[in-house]
């Protein structure tokens, strides 16, 4: 019997992928190994979104070269989002590497690890046939008991300058709503509590199904299946996006406590999207919403498709319709061209927001995209990191102050098990998906329990919680 070890860069859609990947191998018989040095097949799932993430996987994969030399009847397979555009770069560099296989092709892993057994350099990158359901039969083995991630849209329409992710993961494809609510009331039944949904436009979900439900020659016949029972019950829906209705859906479905989704886009964030999150009792008060940039021509430059200050009109709309709300962004520091006043753009607007905290990242260019093309107008290393720096004090500051703002107030918690550093401290996370640490509470018999602590001290990074009583009897999700 083989065992395998699966090894994952870069975003929860990874995360997903790597799931699928681990069904995948279960499914032929293989065994999870402790490690990538005692596996017989070892899987990189790659991240390419920024350079450190390319190099960080040749370094581990290089790290296995000698080992693959000794043993052949080892298989090293390299996965994701570097596999699907860099497959000739990673034969190149790590001629070791036995399969290559992108983004859309996780089923055929099998299937391409028994060819490497007659052929040296094995790949598939083909990008599928857009058929119904790509993931039909790829159903992934959720790594934790009491919560998964559901991915509802792969690939994405926009073509922001400085992103590689429509080049290696293709056009966005919606997968069926009744797909998706299948797939959550049978995470449901087997425990899982918590859905976060996966998409790179999480918001413009549906916007594919509804397209090619006009062209009604395609021989779609099962509507309700694949756009919802909603949209077609209700005509005025045809014009709309579809992405409230499934919150709503799948907020509904028995069992699931907290629906969360990530990542929206601002330009495609409507009302309805807020409104639907405010109603759906399970959709938590938290929101990821990346700015990227606070200057306009920084912003168009990026093809952002919005202005700092329609942003921010969005933001107050989605704090004021979403009581308790905790956002979350993204920002580049350093796109070809940003001036200084432009950055002082971006402090600006940081700090009008407000936010609860901040990704921020270096540019980094990428080939193929249209930013990495404008060699002449990159910004200079030293004042990059310069700029970073400041925008982190104005990010931390906020960042600060709203986890100052918890302490006293009593919050919900989904404990996810022991902290990491202390068996005897468990760590959860509240609604907002602060991170919450609770002293002298068994977090591994409390595993996906809820309880309520309150909120007795904050540091910059988490909460420090105490526990109102002992837990409730049933408090364990699988009591
Ligand atoms: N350089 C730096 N950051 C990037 N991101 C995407 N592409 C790049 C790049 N080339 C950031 C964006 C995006 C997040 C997932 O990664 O902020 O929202
Ligand atoms: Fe990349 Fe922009 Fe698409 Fe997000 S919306 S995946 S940043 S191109």
């Known amino acids: 019997m083989k065992s395998f070890y699966v090894k994952t860069f870069g975003c929860q859609m990874n995360e997903n992928d790597s799931e699928r990947i681990v069904a ?3 499914r032929q018989g293989m065994t999870p190994a402790l490690s990538a040095d005692v596996a017989d097949v070892v899987v990189f799932n790659t991240c390419t979104i920024r350079e450190n993430a390319d190099n960080r996987f040749f370094g581990q994969v ?8 000794r043993e052949p009847g080892m ?6 989002c570097l596999a699907q555009g860099e497959k000739d770069a990673i034969f190149d560099r790590a001629p070791h590497v036995d399969v290559v296989v992108g983004t859309h092709a996780i089923g055929s892993i099998a299937d391409l690890l028994e060819r490497s057994d007659e052929e040296r350099h094995v790949i598939d990158v083909s990008i599928g046939d857009g058929s119904i359901d790509p993931m039909v039969d790829l159903v992934p083995e959720p790594a934790e008991g009491h919560k998964a991630w559901v991915t509802i849209q792969t690939g994405c329409d926009n073509n922001c300058a400085f992103c590689i992710v429509p080049q290696v993961r293709g056009p966005e494809v919606s997968r069926p709503f009744g797909a998706i609510v299948d797939e959550v009331r049978r995470l449901a039944e087997q425990g899982i509590s918590e ?3 996966l998409g790179q436009n ?3 979900y549906g916007r594919d199904l509804t397209k090619r439900l006009r062209r009604t020659s395609d021989g779609i016949h099962d509507h309700g299946f694949l756009a919802g029972p909603v949209y077609v019950s209700d005509g005025i829906r045809r014009i709309r996006p579809l992405f409230s209705d499934l919150l709503r859906a799948v907020s509904g479905v028995d069992g699931i406590r907290r629906v969360r989704f990530t990542s929206p886009h601002p330009k495609d964030m409507r009302e309805e999207t807020f409104a639907a999150m405010a109603e759906s009792p399970a959709v ?5 919403f990346p700015l990227q940039s606070g200057s306009d021509r920084v912003l ?3 093809h952002r498709g919005y202005r700092g200050e329609r942003f921010f009109e969005k933001l107050e709309l989605a704090r004021s319709i979403i009581p308790d709300l905790a956002v979350t962004t993204d920002i580049i520091v350093g796109f070809p061209g940003e001036t200084e006043d432009e ?4 402090l600006e607007l940081v700090a009008r927001c407000e936010f609860d905290s901040a990704f921020t990242f270096i540019y980094s260019p990428r080939p193929g995209t249209e930013a990495g093309a404008w060699t002449d107008k990159f910004v200079d290393p030293e004042v990059i990191r310069d700029r970073f720096e400041r925008l982190k004090l104005v990010t931390e500051r906020s960042g600060a102050a709203k986890h100052r703002a918890r302490v006293g107030k009593i919050e919900e918690i989904l404990i996810d098990g022991p902290s990491k550093r202390d068996a005897n401290v468990a760590s959860g996370r509240t609604r907002q998906n602060k991170l919450v640490h609770l002293a002298g509470v068994d977090g591994e018999r409390l595993r996906g329990s809820y309880l309520n602590a309150r909120i007795v001290d904050a540091g910059a990074h988490f909460l420090h919680g105490e526990l109102l009583g002992p837990p409730a009897r049933g408090a364990h999700a699988s009591c």
């Open 284 to 288: 938590c008060e938290s929101l990821h």
């Open 75 to 80: 298989r090293i397979v390299v996965a994701g």
């Open 343 to 346: 950055f002082e753009a971006t």
């Open 24 to 26: 995948v191998l279960r």
């Open 202 to 204: 999480v918001n413009s």
């Open 195 to 197: 859905v976060t949904l």
């Open 300 to 302: 168009a430059a990026m």
């Open 62 to 69: 290089n790290m296995l070269r000698e080992r693959r030399v």
